[in-house]
């Protein structure tokens, strides 16, 4: 078992919780991405996957890409997505061979 | 001198407050209870400030600078700072004078904590206090200690800080009677694949390890099992820091109970100082 995906955060998870901290601390962000989720996006210059992950609410693969799971809890309370969605979703990845179960 | 008057240690998470229906409504009152329970105990203290030992959930520290420490040094801290917590608004006074006291002491004591002179309290320290009922007005003293980013303090150095606490608030004049609030933990995983699966088996063992008078067996379980019990209970540094600070003094538990559907192993206890 382990608790953490990345002991230390690759560039790739620093960019994705990049836009999830900014997309909850900073006035209008959240109302920019909820208007134009691409055009928001567009702003951090993120490889299209974690584009993609984020736009389509993909918990399961922002987990896997090493995002700091208290900011991609954060987002799934702040964009509204399900409680059992996200749940489901985390759980889905119990048996997957990217998890880090240590 | 001051007397330090209590040192409690509470679990804490937003769910109580974001999804307080997802658990029965008995066991709800029963947990709510047992954290009103802990509030008046401390307020029979009569303590004239609070040290709030807790973390803050990647809302006042981003990764371009995260401490591992933080002295709060504020006049005052706004509450919650999350957009999406289900908590009124609320502004808790500060203890500046003790903050910077505590800052400065540990400079000269080899800790090497950052401060903050401006800082807005998340759920990690809101929840217990909304839930104990404590006073917004009695001046608290925040520190934050990395719990949630890799790589972070180690459960030793959370102890040692806490020594070094005890022994700074024991030496201060400025205030007569402080109590200690350590919140977190103890098992359960944020936004992994474990969540909502809390390991029980850990808490009660970390329990009455606490309970018992091994520290360094304590410090030493901490260390080689928090993997197995979630994310955040890597916040059992708090209740490291807390046994620091007491300094010997028995440990006993007031309430556990594993809460799935709240997804955290739900502890709360005090020190007999």
Same mark, same amino acid.
């Given at each position: ?11 790739? +998870? ?9 997309l909850?601390?900073?006035? @209008? ?6 208007? @134009?989720? @691409?055009?928001y996006? +567009? ?8 584009? @993609? ?6 918990? +399961? ?12 809890? +954060? ?9 059992d ?18 | ?20 229906? !997802?658990?029965?409504?008995?066991l ?16 029979? %203290?009569?303590?004239?400030? =609070?040290?709030? =030992? ?33 908590a009124? !608004? ?5 203890d500046q ?39 917004? *007005? ?23 800080? &806490? ?31 474990? $969540? &909502? ?14 309970e &018992? *008078? ?8 901490a260390?080689?099992?928090v993997?197995?019990?979630?994310n ?5 540094r $708090?209740? $490291?820091?807390?046994? %620091? ?7 006993? !538990? ?10 955290? &192993? ?8």
């Open positions: 078992m382990a608790n953490w995906q990345e002991m230390m955060p690759s560039t790739r +998870a620093y960019m994705m919780n990049k836009v999830l901290y900014e909850h601390h900073k006035p @209008d962000h959240l109302e920019a991405y909820n208007d @134009d989720a @691409d055009a996006l +567009a702003r951090f210059a993120l490889p299209q996957d974690l584009a @993609d992950c984020i736009k389509g609410n993909d918990v +399961a693969q922002m987990y896997l890409s090493g995002v700091n799971p208290y900011l991609l809890r +954060a987002h799934c309370i702040g964009v509204k997505i399900p409680e969605v996200s749940l489901a979703a985390l759980r889905s990845l119990l048996n997957h061979e990217g998890y880090n179960n240590g | 001198m001051a007397e330090i008057t209590g040192i409690y240690t509470a679990s804490h998470t937003p769910v109580m407050l974001n999804f307080p229906d !997802r658990i029965p409504a008995a709800r009152e029963e947990i709510f209870a047992a954290y009103r329970a802990m509030g008046d105990d401390f307020m029979a %203290g009569k303590p004239d400030a =609070l040290i709030v =030992l807790s973390n803050d959930h990647l809302h006042n520290f981003f990764l371009d600078n995260f401490p591992a420490f933080c002295f709060g040094c504020a006049e005052s801290y706004e509450s919650p700072i999350e957009h999406w917590l289900h009124k !608004r609320r502004t808790f006074a500060g004078a003790f903050g910077a006291y505590l800052l400065q002491n540990a400079l000269q004591s080899d800790f090497d904590p950052a401060f903050s002179m401006e800082m807005v309290l998340d759920h990690g320290s809101l929840t217990p206090l909304e839930l104990a009922g404590i006073d917004p *007005d009695l001046p608290i003293v925040p520190i934050l200690i990395n719990c949630v980013q890799p790589p972070m303090p180690t459960m030793r150095r959370s102890y040692d800080l &806490g020594r070094y606490l005890g022994k700074a608030i024991a030496d201060y004049a400025g205030v007569e009677r402080v109590a200690i609030l350590a919140t977190g933990g103890i098992s359960h995983d944020i936004a992994t694949p474990r $969540m &909502g699966m809390v390991n029980e088996e850990f808490d009660q063992t970390f329990l009455s390890l606490m &018992g *008078d091994d520290i360094d067996a304590t410090i030493r379980y260390t080689d099992f993997h197995t019990a979630g955040g209970c890597e916040e059992i $708090m209740w $490291m820091a807390a046994m %620091g600070a007491a300094n010997g003094a028995k440990y006993h !538990r007031t309430y556990y109970r594993a809460v799935n559907d709240w997804y955290t &192993g739900i502890g709360i206890g005090r020190f007999e100082v």
